[in-house]
């Protein structure tokens, strides 16, 4: 089971996330569901990048070769991916209150005038 | 020379940092200058590596270079179709900032250079994203091409359908990102490379000779549903005509002309690159997904491009049935379906973007984009109304334009059936346009009633982009549009432009063979084919309005364009869904 | 890694703690949620100084410093945003904040007794003491310190 | 049509939960031993006498993923100033004076200059201890915020001229490309490590280009929140519709 | 040992993953995301990677309900202040 678990919790954050995403009846809430969905991907692949009884690749206070050492590609990675993330979210966010500005509503089922 | 590929990246960005970093101090006119000139920098810069891609270039940045095969950079890549993309894109932009040449009203207080700066952080992106033979990386200018897209979008804050479309807009392509992320996750899970050549070797050294399994399915899947988001294919294409009607002209120049393309792109590249040996999806079953996914995609697009009366809303759904059209051009995995897909994108790129500009000239000159209240009001706009018309006529593949010649090879190369996809889509959204111009420009046909007013959107009343409903159309607001008409005829008149082109695409893939590309009668009789039943259509549609209204069986298919997000996700995870299941086969059977 | 106590008491920090705030959090009335709120940060950070010393990693202790001092931060901005919703019912949960203070205080006297005296353990000091101070005031701005704020 | 929306994500989400599902059981088992591209990067961080191999990998072997991330920030950034804009229709409405409980407001005065101190050493170590650019910028950021916390909004726009700080946002992006165009320009490679030396392993100077362009990064992530979170407290605080619009 | 902690952090960020989605009022949802950011940092530490931690801390905990706490705060002042002018409108 632990082999694969954190594998799958990643995949049931995404859903999850999807899930709340579609169902939404708030715009901030549905921007909230997104940044979710994103915290699945810091978890797959960090769980990728982990090795049993290895520390972290940093070497400030460890002898290089002392001890095993995870994977820090992945690390970038997720750091670049959380950047990418918070971004995003606050530029979403800014729309959002655009949207209640000209809307008055942030009821996505309220939004009626683009269609067909 | 390859060392300054990842200036085409940088040479935007830093025009954009500049422009921020000044911008409020410079005159508007100085601000528009900078831009102009550092987009044509790099315009100049993709040419000249263009020019010199053969053979591709490769370069390690940083310096990184591998040291017995293994590298722990990031490679990019410059062979002829990454560098074509990347001119294409730079001169599309340099097009488009022509365009809004002091376009806007009023920029933003304080932040004068704004608009310039992010279409040159656009530009830059794109570059990027054609470049990048890394995936991540690739993530990560899809993601800034992103990111700007919606900014650029939701630039108008005062329409409420701009910000509306934004946001929607930026939700599915986040979506679709983040499922792309998870997608390169399992790769790197599987073959701890990142290097899309490097994730190729590596699925086939861990199948062996198994063929692929779940996981590769898997990562398949979700890699190509972040790349069929912004190629717009059926189901993910929702979110494309609710941004792209809304969008500034000029940005909807860059969003149909290249964004959306750049996601065929994407999806003929990583499965070029990484899915296509013997460890990665095999070619029976890429083949039936992207042929599936892009006739249901030109179909449901041509239907709903028809029934539209907001004008930008019908451009964005013809832009969505010919990347149906590409996809099925792609997907068949010949060397000419690629070669014939890169001449129909850079034909089209040139076609679309001058019809956007025109109806951008409509929008700017009565405030209003509606087909119906237009009705008839345009007939000064005379040279308008000729580019309008020419660029219907290039549309439909009216040899010798760039998008016949490119449709008719594409069109011998999928043979079968299938032809008559690529006539019929390409014949319907042409008709459309040509109904619009007959309407519109010369006032054609009884003025047409207005129906299902709760199924579609109008396109009245809607704010002109320029400081006030403009009296005289600007010079450059024509000059563009006519040199990107005349872009787009050179492509297919140009001798031995489209030899070129194939060469270039098949060096960089298609397994090394070499197909050449001229006219042939067959692809001549099948564009003027598709002409001629546009303007029947157009004509049709003109003079007999009730034997085309909308039929009651297409009303379903309208009401799933619904405008809400939710619908969107579903709709996102449906097509991910669908996608496995379409590659479902090889993966069982192997 | 044989049996390790730091990591354990950790586990059990992190479990307990990390539950109990989820479950305040996500029932209730708005101004016990922001109690929970606030009681994540005491719960989490001891359980960070405890994984740090638990791996051996001195440099883990930032993690730790950044969550003392952001922590409260947070829950000010909840107490400073939210001021409507939580009118009225104004929480004063004096008690458990005294509990979640003195679990800081014995987690970080035990981690700085393993340290020993040095620049880890002045680091240890400030996290700790950034850490029940902001807890403390984050308890305070939550049971009224925020009671003009009308337009700001 | 709200039924349809519930059997596409049922069906949808079913499809895609099975793929991921069957997906994880194809997965190498977590906590594996083979991390190929991540052993050569720990080689390669110690060859350059980088301590912190995620910031070797961040602003050394990788950089250019880095501009790219650092480019997002910044056009999010743009694009949040561009879309929070102040309207036709709107006008700006003077923030009132707030009431701070006198304890609340001793804490945030006295953990703004800890939280600023912290986020500079967050950032200068970034190449040796976890930390670096962009974790220290956000604390620092956030730390300036203090103020409006602790005081009130017309407190923190007295200690921000915005305007420096996006100019300062945008001069970093500038110098990050400058540095990495430097290495086109001796001939050698974009973002290319190889103009300044070295230094001793585990030293604030140590890395080469590493420190240049984190700090770069520092800067950046710093005035890009400043200026972000000015654009939202601004529509929170300052920015009203006329009445009746 | 070090598995148990993993799988307790894990069964916690799944949980206020949850919650977070489950929450439909978006203030209450910034409270449980600001909660899920520390979860994560948390994760993050024992997953090894410190440097990821330090980041997810700074977004997830401060920067993230700061930024949905300003836009719910500007959605409801609006909504007020439009009701307020409705009621003028009304009198």
Known sequence: ??????????????????????????????????????????????????????????????????????????????????????????????????????HGTVDPDELRELRG | MHHLLPLLVAVPLLGAALLVAVGHRLPRIAAEITGFVVSGATAALALVLLLNSSPPMVEWVGGWLPVGGESVGIVVVGDGPALGMAALVSLLT?????????????????????????????????????????????????????????????????????????????????????AMLLGIGLLYARTGELSMAKIGRGLDAAAGHGGPDALVLASFVLVLTGLLVKAAAVPFHFWLPDAHAVAPTPVCMLLSGVMVELGVYGVWRVYGTVFA???????????????????????????????????????????????????????????????????????????????FACAGVLLDRYGSVDEHTLHGRARELRTTAVLFAVGALGLAGLPPFGVALGKAVTEEAVGGPLTAVYVAASAITAGAVLRVTARVFLGLGPRPQDADSDLETSGAGEEPETAGLLSRIPDTMTTVPALLLAAAFAVGVGPGFGDLVARSVNEAGSGGAHASVHWTLPGVLLGLASTALAVALGGLAVTRPHWTTAPDWARPLRRLQSGHVGDYVAWLLMGATVLGALALPGVLGG | MAVNGWILAATVCLGGGGAAALWGVTTGPPARRVVAQNMTTSALCPALLLLSQGYGRPAYVDLALLLALLGPVGTLVFARLLGDDLEGGRPSAWGLTWTAAGLSAVVVAAVCAATGPGRAMVKLLVVGALLIAGNVIASRALSGGFRGVRGG | MNRLRLVLLAVGGTGLAALLVAACLGLPGFGG???????????????????????????????????????????????????????????????????????????????????????????????????????????????????????????????????????????????????????????????????????????????????????????????AVVVLLANFLDQAVEIEEEHGS | MSDAVIVVALLLTAASATAAVAQRDPARQALVLSVLGSVLAVLFTVLQAPDVGLSQLAVGAALTPLLIMLSVRKVRRRGRTHDAAAKDGAR
């Open chain 1, 1 to 102: 089971m632990m082999h694969v678990l954190p594998y799958l919790v990643a995949a049931y954050i995404f859903l999850t996330g999807c899930y709340g995403l579609a169902t939404s009846r708030n715009l901030i809430h549905a921007i909230g569901c997104l940044a979710v969905c994103q915290s699945s991907t810091y978890v797959l692949l960090l769980a990728v990048g982990y090795q049993d009884g290895a520390t972290a690749p940093v070497f400030s206070d460890l002898r290089p070769g002392s001890r095993p050492v995870v994977d820090p590609v992945v690390q970038a990675l997720t750091l670049t991916d959380i950047v990418v993330g918070a971004t995003v979210t606050a530029l979403l966010l800014a729309l959002v209150l655009q949207i209640a500005k000209r």
């Open chain 2, 277 to 355: 040996g013997p460890g990665g999806i095999p070619a029976a079953d890429l083949t039936r997904a992207l042929v599936t996914l892009g006739t249901l995609t030109a179909a449901t697009a041509a239907v709903m491009c028809w029934y539209q009366r907001h004008i930008k809303r019908l451009l964005a759904y013809s832009t969505v049935a010919h990347t149906g059209l590409f996809l099925v051009g792609i997907g068949v995995l010949t060397p000419e379906g690629d070669d014939g897909v890169a001449l129909y994108i850079i034909g089209h790129a040139g076609v679309k973007a001058a019809l």
């Open chain 2, 94 to 178: 340099l097009a488009a900032l022509a365009y809004s040449w002091r376009y806007f009203e009023e920029p933003p207080r304080g932040h004068r250079g704004a608009f310039t700066a992010l279409m040159l952080a656009f530009q830059g992106a794109m570059c990027g994203f054609a470049i990048a033979g890394d995936l991540f990386n690739a993530f990560v200018f899809f993601e800034l091409m992103s990111v700007t897209a919606y900014a650029l979008t939701g630039y108008r804050i005062d329409d409420a359908k701009a910000v509306q479309g934004a946001l929607t807009f930026g939700v599915v392509n986040s979506l679709g990102a983040y």
């Open chain 4, 33 to 223: 031993r083979s991390h190929p591209y991540g052993a050569r990067a720990v080689h390669a961080s110690l060859t350059r006498h980088t301590a912190n191999t995620i910031a070797s990998v961040n602003f050394d072997q990788r950089a250019y993923d880095t501009l790219g991330e650092m480019s997002i920030l910044f056009a999010a950034v743009l694009g949040c100033v561009v879309l929070l804009r102040q309207a036709r229709d709107e006008h700006r409405a003077q923030p009132q004076p707030a009431e701070v409980a006198r304890p609340v407001r001793r804490y945030a005065l006295i953990v703004l200059p800890v939280a600023l101190v912290t986020g500079l050493y967050v950032v200068a170590h970034g190449q040796l201890s976890p930390g670096g650019g962009f974790q220290g910028g956000v604390v620092a950021a956030t730390a300036l915020h203090l103020l409006y916390l602790g005081a009130d909004y017309r407190a923190l726009e007295r200690v921000r001229p915005l305007a420096v700080f996006e100019t300062s946002d945008a001069l970093a992006v500038s110098t990050y490309l400058v540095l990495g165009a430097a290495g086109v320009l001796a001939g050698t490679s974009f973002l290319a490590n190889t103009l300044l030396p070295y230094g001793t392993f585990n030293t604030l100077s140590s890395g080469g280009t590493v420190p240049l362009l984190n700090a770069a990064v520092g800067m950046e992530v710093a005035s």
